[in-house]
């Protein structure tokens, strides 16, 4: 049984209902319930219905799937649990979230990143780092306890920056870079994970410095957003060049830094033209939007 399009919004927001997660009969409970909903993934792919180009989350009846992994990932508007079934292969239709999260309706791209992630992570750390035991699932698939040493594994979250870097002479100019290992014409923001002990602000200014060689003015927070590629927070800011002449890549892991009018990025946002954005899903693409607007 699937939930229909219609059926499916009307569950969203879902409530984590963390406190639950110390059952340790929940998940076995949920899984026979009739009422219990669940969503598969695979890796970054999730079930949906409609087509990739409209989509909407495939919730299914939960008691009968069968799947490697299991995890509680909270209630539905009405009541419902509703778990995250990790799988070798989802049933069609499926996507994979980089490419139909911004086209989810928030709640749902929200329940959708939060099951690759924990789905991710449950099929890949099932042994202690610390002494090699293979690990019991603990807090309806949100921990795991090694019997051997005793030690409690959580999903990590690694944070990182992405900043979008205008002109501070000339607003109407965005700086971009094209990495290494992606295709000619690609651009994005620059982006690289904090250090230990670094301060947000510091790998802000470390990571434009060493990828774009510019020094940075003006930085300020927009937003976050989970990014389960592979277990990463995204910090979202915007910040000027103080001397835009300074842009270099840096022939490593940037091939490419560019400055773009207002009307270039307004045409590759609409798909006009030979230069490719990050998709609607990322914080990259508002990031970019943000400044188009002029809402940075």
Do not use: K
């Amino acid at each position: 049984m699937s939930v229909s399009d219609t059926g499916a919004q009307a569950l969203f927001p879902l409530r984590r209902a963390a406190e639950e997660r110390q059952d340790p009969a929940l998940v076995d409970t949920l899984r026979v319930d009739e009422t219990t909903l669940a969503l598969a993934v695979a890796g970054d792919l999730v079930s949906i219905s409609g087509s990739a180009e409209d989509p909407r989350l495939r919730l299914v009846a939960a008691a009968g799937l069968t799947a490697s992994e299991w995890a509680f990932l909270g209630r539905t508007v009405d009541g419902r649990g509703v778990l995250a079934a990790v799988t070798e292969a989802v049933a069609e239709p499926f996507a994979r979230l980089r490419e139909i999260g911004g086209l989810l309706p928030e709640a749902e791209s929200d329940a959708a990143t939060t099951a690759v992630a924990l789905g991710v992570w449950l099929r890949e750390q099932g042994y202690c780092p610390f002494c090699g035991t293979r690990t019991e699932l603990r807090q309806a698939g949100w921990a795991r306890h090694c019997p051997h040493c005793g030690r409690e594994h959580f999903p990590r979250t690694d944070p990182a920056i992405i900043v979008a870097v205008h002109d501070a002479d000339d607003p109407d100019r965005l700086l971009l870079g094209s990495n290494a290992a992606w295709p000619a014409g690609r651009y994005s923001c620059f982006a690289g994970f904090a250090e230990a002990g670094e301060s947000l602000e510091d790998a802000v200014a470390r990571e434009v410095a060493e990828e774009a060689g510019v020094e940075l003015v003006g930085v300020r927070y927009r937003g976050s957003q989970a990014w389960p590629y592979p277990r990463s927070l995204m910090l979202g800011f915007h910040a000027a060049a103080r001397i835009a002449d300074a842009a270099r890549p840096d022939g490593d892991e940037i091939v490419e830094v560019r400055w773009f009018t207002r009307e270039e990025i307004g045409d590759a946002l609409e798909g006009r033209g030979e230069v490719v954005l990050p998709g609607s899903a990322s914080i990259s693409w508002r990031l970019i939007r943000d400044w188009y607007e002029e809402r940075a």
